[in-house]
């Protein structure tokens, strides 16, 4: 249900915006082709450059290894839950084996 739910929303949600940008495609033909030749931006952020010491604001070495370490300790617990699973896939499968079994062995004597 939330599954066919979720899957509904993505529908719509391109739909919308399929529609919005069916919409707007003629307003930004009519737009002058002067108004996309800047380079404003690029200026800007070569201006700020300059300016800015980029190493103040990075994270130390310190925070990287402890962002490593705590997705390295993510990464076992998640490898711990899917051994797990696994486990207990093969405990159930084991069952299902031996429940057949004897519904076989019983089928069996009865023909017997």
């Known amino acids: 249900m939330a599954e066919n739910l979720a899957e509904l929303f993505l529908v719509c949600s391109l739909f919308g915006l399929g529609f919005i940008i069916y919409k707007k495609i003629p307003i930004f033909r009519e737009l002058p082709e002067s108004e996309f030749e800047g380079s404003g931006l690029k200026e800007f952020f070569l201006r700020l450059k300059g300016r800015v010491n980029v190493r103040k604001y990075l ?3 310190a925070f990287w ?20 699973w696994q486990r207990k896939l093969k405990e159930k499968s084991k069952k299902e084996e031996k429940t057949k079994d004897f519904w076989d062995n019983l089928k069996k004597l009865k023909k017997e």
């Open 65 to 84: 290894e402890k962002a490593v370490l705590k997705i390295r300790i993510l990464a076992q617990k998640v490898e711990n839950k899917t051994f797990v």
């Open 59 to 61: 994270p130390s070495k």
